[in-house]
């Protein structure tokens, strides 16, 4: 079983900057796609960003992409979402997930292994 830990939340102006972190347990964390998601209150979970293993391979959704960069270090065990030019809407919990296929990398009913979330706020 994987544990992934959140850090780095907090509250920032509109058009600051966040990253967040995202520790994972094991050593086979290399194996693993990892994804981002959030969730606003009143809303479902919704797809962030995602990165294949070795994180030659991104995808982003299209509110977030030019302002978020996802990427990893497998040497750490750890994933990040540098998040630039905030915007009031990306206000929510931030999830990082992992799974073992690239395949449907976007939806969140495809993760098998998630963190507890860590709460972002944008102030406007």
């Known amino acids: 079983q994987v544990q992934l830990v959140e850090s780095g939340g907090g509250l920032v102006q509109a058009g600051g900057s966040l990253r967040l972190s995202c520790a994972a347990s094991?050593?086979?964390?290399?194996?693993?796609?990892m994804g981002w998601f959030r969730q606003a209150p009143g809303k479902e979970r919704e797809f962030v960003a995602a990165?294949?293993?070795?994180?030659?391979?991104?995808v982003y959704a299209g509110s977030v992409k030019g302002r978020f960069t996802i990427s990893r270090d497998n040497a750490e065990n750890t994933v990040y979402l540098q998040m630039n030019s905030l915007k009031y809407e990306d206000t929510a919990v931030y999830y990082c997930?992992?799974?073992?296929?690239?395949?449907?990398?976007?939806?969140?009913?495809?993760?098998?292994?998630w963190g507890q979330g860590t709460q972002v706020t944008v102030s406007s």
């Open positions: 094991e050593r086979t964390f290399t194996n693993y796609v």
């Open positions: 997930a992992a799974k073992e296929s690239w395949v449907r990398a976007a939806s969140k009913n495809e993760y098998v292994h």
């Open positions: 990165l294949n293993w070795s994180g030659t391979n991104t």
